[in-house]
């Protein structure tokens, strides 16, 4: 899947002159958290988290009353708080790239840039729920683990097992079992109602199946 497919367009979008009292009161009403800061152009120029209004909101509330800091907070700038060093991508960018660059770099979100325009914004709240939706977490099904080899064949080994008894997969995921070299979890979801059997038609085809954590694999690594 593509950013482009799954990105917010309907934008809420300050000017770098905003006071931060106006940043707050936006970010609360509109219930986001971050906002974009585009100049006269709509170029983008900056954002700002509900984060860095709150510790901006903060930091000087112990040391001013309350008149000298509604006038300070009403004098300072998104300007002054924003970040300008902007990490953007475009619709283009698949969801496990935006993923990735959000972990590398330690951010939350990222806006999205269109021939040199900007377009939408995607966040970490976003992919998770790509992640959950692509793994069916969430709907009645039930979910195991196969350990398998990492050779050509082997996931159509296990769906024809499954397809031999009718069975739907409803979702699967792999990825490498980080202790055992050349291992994959296979991880499969299919309906609660064919989980016993699914089980059982695997364990018959010479599959080793995984209900439940473990703490030691050993017992489950496919025989070489």
Same mark, same amino acid.
């Given at each position: ?8 367009? @309907?934008?809420?979008?300050? /000017? %770098?002159? &905003? !006071? *931060? ?9 509109? $219930? ?21 209004? @709150?510790?901006?909101?903060? /930091? %000087?509330? &112990? !040391? *001013? ?9 009403? $004098? ?11 990490i953007t991508i475009s619709p283009g960018t698949t969801i496990e790239r ?120 050993t017992p489950f690594l496919p025989e070489r």
């Amino acid at each position: 899947m593509y950013v482009g497919r799954i990105m917010h367009t @309907r934008l809420v979008t300050v /000017s %770098p002159d &905003t !006071s *931060l009292r106006k940043a707050k009161e936006i970010i609360e009403e509109k $219930q986001i958290n971050h906002l974009l800061v585009v100049n006269k152009n709509e170029d983008l120029v900056g954002i700002v988290s509900d984060r860095d209004v @709150r510790q901006s909101w903060a /930091s %000087p509330a &112990t !040391s *001013l009353s309350v008149h000298e800091l509604n006038y300070l907070l009403t $004098q300072l700038t998104v300007e002054a708080i924003m970040v300008k060093k902007i990490i953007t991508i475009s619709p283009g960018t698949t969801i496990e790239r935006a993923a990735f660059i959000m972990q590398e770099n330690r951010i939350n979100a990222l806006p999205v840039i269109e021939s040199e325009k900007l377009v939408g914004i995607i966040t970490s709240t976003d992919v998770m729920e790509v992640l959950l939706h692509s793994i069916g977490f969430g709907e009645e099904s039930a979910r195991f683990t196969v350990l398998v080899e990492d050779r050509i064949g082997i996931v159509s080994e296990v769906s024809k097992i499954l397809k031999e008894q009718r069975i739907n997969i409803r979702s699967l995921v792999t990825w490498p079992e980080k202790d055992y070299r050349g291992i994959y979890q296979l991880v499969m979801r299919v309906g609660l109602e064919d989980k016993d059997r699914a089980i059982s038609a695997l364990s018959d085809g010479g599959f080793k199946v995984l209900s439940e954590y473990v703490q030691d694999l050993t017992p489950f690594l496919p025989e070489r």
